[in-house]
């Protein structure tokens, strides 16, 4: 019988979290001109907070993280929360709205961080 220690499964979610932010950092490279090239260490920072404050925001699943990822990328890891991004706050503290449902509506208000990059 195979017996998987519970640090063997921390350490593969660990290895999986950091090929995620991996991805997503040369995702924001890719996508955003701005961040083409921010220092290493800019780039993760950002990663790592906008995750946070995604998770906040009940957003998880991957494909999801990664558009709010790219949207603090263009607007900042405090998006929702200064006035020059409120306009994305009601939609993102709406409870009602699974994650995808909620970057669906950012993207309808015509400000998708995509829209400008190109």
Same mark, same amino acid.
């Given at each position: 019988?195979?017996?998987?220690?519970?640090?063997?499964?921390?350490?593969?979610?660990? @290895?999986?979290?950091?090929?995620?932010? $991996?991805?997503?950092? @040369?995702?924001? &490279?890719?996508?955003?001109?701005?961040? &083409?090239?921010?220092?290493?260490?800019?780039? &993760?920072?950002?990663?790592?907070?906008?995750?946070?404050? @995604?998770?906040?925001?009940?957003?998880?699943?991957?494909?999801?993280?990664?558009?709010f990822?790219?949207?603090?990328?263009?607007?900042?890891?405090?998006?929702?929360?200064?006035?020059?991004?409120?306009?994305? $706050?009601?939609?993102?503290?709406?409870?009602?709205?699974?994650?995808r449902?909620?970057?669906?509506?950012?993207?309808?208000?015509?400000?998708?961080?995509?829209?400008?990059?190109?």
């Amino acid at each position: 019988m195979l017996v998987i220690r519970d640090d063997q499964i921390a350490a593969l979610r660990q @290895a999986r979290g950091e090929a995620f932010e $991996r991805r997503v950092e @040369a995702l924001l &490279r890719a996508q955003l001109p701005e961040w &083409r090239d921010a220092p290493e260490g800019m780039v &993760r920072q950002l990663v790592t907070a906008a995750r946070a404050r @995604a998770a906040r925001h009940a957003i998880f699943q991957p494909a999801d993280l990664e558009r709010f990822i790219l949207y603090a990328g263009r607007y900042g890891a405090d998006l929702g929360e200064t006035p020059e991004t409120g306009w994305a $706050r009601p939609i993102l503290e709406d409870r009602s709205r699974l994650g995808r449902q909620k970057l669906d509506a950012l993207d309808a208000l015509g400000r998708s961080p995509l829209a400008r990059s190109r």
